[in-house]
């Protein structure tokens, strides 16, 4: 059964840069057949694709988010990592790790699941 | 910008059948996943492909789509069907894209 789980600070300061990272197990992450996404849920915002990262490095960014996000992954920890500059309140939301299948070649289309249990991120001086 | 649009909430009995809408024009024309929230946890998905259900997922969930509404039907409603659903398409720009969500009270 594969399993995400996701890591990194609880507390941003405005104009910083926030770090995340999602551990997968149960599933080699080099896996054909799938992406690996980020997903952020906020009362204001519902919930929030932000992007998808392959095996191989290839990634989606949400186009609302794209300038602000990088993402990247290590095949040999098993994990995939997001960095979203310059946050500001706006960013505070529950960060969600997901596994993206059914997907296309450019790695959009497809459904998400499972998803690790989330991570509240509160951006805050 | 492209929008899809669900109910607020939605009330039913015990043993009778939720239907919860996700609507846009031509959203036939769209892949509707739908995903199951319940409090304090992650979605998680039971229809992909408009009316699949992923395994575990009980016989009781089915999915439609036609015309300007997809709709989760949610048969023999228990309690522990309460939460809230969300549905999933990509928008012509082919960005995901989730509904507002939908919660469902077991009455």
């Known amino acids: 059964q594969v399993h995400l789980k996701e890591s990194g600070p609880g507390l941003v300061k405005p104009s910083e840069t926030l770090s995340l990272t999602c551990t997968v197990s149960?599933?080699?992450?080099?896996?054909?057949?799938?992406?690996w996404a980020w997903i952020r849920q906020s009362p204001q915002k519902g919930l929030e694709c932000i992007g998808s990262i392959y095996f191989s490095g290839s990634t989606y960014s949400n186009p609302s988010l794209k300038s602000r996000v990088t993402m990247s992954i290590d095949t040999s920890k098993q994990q995939f990592s997001l960095k979203l500059a310059s946050v500001t309140a706006a960013d505070t939301a529950i960060y969600y790790c997901?596994?993206?299948?059914?997907?296309?070649?450019?790695?959009?289309?497809?459904?998400?699941?499972?998803w690790g249990q989330g991570t509240l991120v509160t951006v805050s001086s | 910008s492209y929008v899809v649009t669900q109910p607020p909430s939605v009330s039913v009995a015990p043993g009778k059948t939720a239907r919860i809408t996700c609507g846009e024009d031509?959203?036939?024309?769209?892949?509707v996943y739908w995903y199951q929230q319940k409090p304090g946890q992650a979605p998680v998905l039971v229809i992909y492909?408009?009316?699949e259900r992923p395994s575990g997922i009980p016989e009781r969930f089915s999915g439609s789509n036609s015309g300007n509404t997809a709709t989760l039907t949610i048969s023999g409603v228990e309690a522990g069907d309460e939460g809230d659903y969300f549905c999933q398409v990509w928008d012509p720009s082919s960005d995901p894209l989730f509904g507002g969500g939908t919660k469902l009270t077991v009455l």
């Open positions: 031509n959203i036939e024309t769209r892949t």
């Open positions: 149960g599933a080699p992450i080099t896996s054909s057949s799938y992406y």
């Open positions: 997901a596994r993206q299948g059914g997907i296309a070649v450019s790695g959009t289309m497809g459904w998400f699941d499972p």
């Open positions: 492909y408009d009316y």
